[in-house]
């Protein structure tokens, strides 16, 4: 459980705190060997399987895009007759998870909704509870006023993201053959991997924190994910740094907003290898107002280095009193439709900047579009 679950690293610190074990770094190649070495008591087992349940239930959301050549031909044209096969092709026989209900909506000709849920065998809880349901969505919507097909994509543990990946690469060939789309252009994800260094990522996470949303108000960052780029110099003068890079939230940004630290300099820089941000955002929307504490960027960028997509979830939510009988799931799907609107639009603005790779990357990670709004 400790090596192959979603257990942060900060999970594993808040154990060994709780057993008066503390920690230079909390890195999992230091943690994880520390807790191997002494046996769990029934209550720590509980709290590691608790927060491993809070990170796995939680959805995580994700966009990507197609661009459209079928003109005025309706989605539910090319899919209709192909999308039920398409599932049933999902879960193989020696899977680690089994496909265990879907249901596909027609919203209209132009917007379908798939949505389901897998069960997988989960050999952390006991065993009348081995078997544990996970659930997953995708949309697929052609826009109304550019040559864009849109596929939101949410997901909970990670065998759910295998799945509508799967699934989006039926659906993108389905279209390929219909020649709707492109034979030569792959489905748009943001990768961490075509922008042009650290710095680029830097400012490109940085500009979710500057964009003016219609229901979302920044306040300021609660952490970051970051590491260093060992192949680049580190400033004398902000040598004070890169000891406690690991300790980031505890040291330079405690109490402290984003811009009245030197993070902002050094990310400029191109130094450090940022991941994840979380930031805390005001919303308000008709029926709901409260905080938020919102998570997004490439997770475990620094650690695996890959071609890891932009995703984005709610990490705290925190209704005022007078919505406090409101779902705050629902809640939380629109923070997330509206943290997101715009991505793909400023990804573009990155690309005509000359800031991300714009050379072919092959299907896998082809990513090139031109916007009717480029420029």
Known sequence: MLTASNLSEYDLKFLLQKRGVFVKSQQRNNTVPQIASF????????????????????????TSQSEWCGGDIKLDYVLTNHIESFIKQ???????????????????????????????NDWTKDVFSITTAHPWKLIIEKSAT?????????????????????????????????????????????????????????????????????????????DIETGIDNRQS??????????NISELKLTALQGKKLEETDIIDIGKLGILVFGEIDAEFKFVFPGASGRCIIQYGFPKFYEKKGGIEFETKIQRIDLNNDCSHVSKEGVKRQLLAEFQKDKHR????????GKIDSDPKGLESQYLLQYPWAG
């Open 146 to 222: 550019n040559n864009v097909v849109e596929y939101i994509a949410e997901t909970t543990v990670p065998e759910t993201k295998t799945l509508i990946n799967k699934l989006q690469l039926q659906i993108h060939r389905q279209f390929q053959s219909a020649r709707v789309v492109e034979n030569n252009k792959d489905i748009q994800r943001i990768i961490a991997t075509h922008f042009k260094g650290s710095g680029s990522i830097f400012e490109y996470l940085l500009s979710f924190t500057q964009q003016q949303y219609s229901s979302l108000n920044f306040q300021r960052i609660i």
């Open 39 to 62: 046996l769990l008591s029934p209550k720590e087992f509980e709290i590691l399987k608790n927060r491993q349940h809070q990170k796995e239930s939680n959805i995580k959301r994700s």
């Open 90 to 120: 999902l879960a193989e026989e020696n899977s680690t998870y089994s496909l265990h209900k879907y249901n596909i909506t027609y919203d209209s000709s132009n917007r379908i909704v798939i949505e389901g849920e897998i069960e997988r």
């Open 346 to 353: 400023v990804f573009e603005k990155f690309r005509i900047a």
């Open 234 to 243: 580190f400033p004398e003068n902000f040598k004070w740094l890169k000891g």
